[in-house]
């Protein structure tokens, strides 16, 4: 009779070093596997005091990995969009509430797609992070999504397209109603909570939005907001 497999605590530290493997892959999810940005989001947190829960969760990723090794980004560029000049440029937001069980923090996600009417489409740029405040109502989590998207990536992108001699028409879309009310009243319950950069990034998002018409804002079903990859783990762990 063989002796059962021993029980392993899960507060017991790792046996793979968490900072190499998780080093490499926040390279790669920042270069082409968006896919794997919020789980991998999560590992980066744990390095510090890594355990065999851990541990368990980077065999998942890199079996994920292993299996979808042929994935990766794939660009659809019609040079004819560019000629007709009706290229735009699309940033979709999400926010999970309260999903770090440790902190009740909540991740942010954007992602930024050049898209055109006869098939262009390029993901330029994408993000995974946990925000710096708790966000009790959920509508709240959502607002601070867009307006970390709109101020740390959408502006950026639209101000090197510029400088490239490539203008285009620009739209947010979020497919939360509470953001963008909140958004377009800005003075609201929720700033209360707000530390002074917080308060100033959203005042500043509104006069983008609502005074300066730079940025269009409107809404995306949820099941259509590719945003909600970069929030919710749906495949490693």
Not at 26 to 37: E, G, P, Q
Not at 107 to 130: A, C, E, F, H, N
Not at 140 to 148: M, P
Request: charged letters at 25%.
């Amino acid at each position: 009779v063989r002796d059962p497999a021993p029980v392993h605590d899960d507060d017991e530290p790792g046996k793979f070093n968490g900072k190499k493997w998780v080093g490499a892959l926040l390279y790669l999810s920042r270069c082409t596997r968006w896919d794997i940005a919020e789980i991998v989001g999560k590992l980066a947190r744990k390095t510090s005091s890594w355990t065999r829960k851990d541990d368990r969760a980077l065999e998942r990723v890199m079996a994920y990995i292993k299996c979808t090794k042929e994935q990766g980004l794939t660009w659809s560029i019609n040079p004819q969009d560019y000629k007709d000049g009706t290229l735009w440029l699309e940033m979709h937001t999400d926010s999970d509430h309260g999903g770090d069980m440790t902190s009740g923090k909540s991740t942010t996600g954007y992602m930024v797609i050049l898209r055109g009417p006869l098939g262009t489409q390029v993901i330029l740029d994408w993000g995974s992070k946990r925000q710096t405040h708790v966000a009790r109502p959920v509508g709240q989590a959502e607002l601070q999504a867009l307006v970390d998207g709109i101020s740390k990536s959408f502006l950026y992108i639209i101000m090197l397209l510029e400088e490239l001699k490539v203008y285009v028409a620009t739209r947010v879309r979020t497919d939360s109603d509470a953001a963008r009310l909140g958004l377009a009243k800005v003075r609201t319950s929720a700033m209360r909570t707000m530390n002074k950069t917080h308060r100033l990034n959203l005042a500043w998002v509104h006069e983008l939005v609502y005074r300066t018409n730079v940025i269009n804002l409107d809404r995306v079903d949820t099941k259509y907001n590719w945003a909600n990859y970069l929030t919710k783990t749906e495949h490693p762990a």
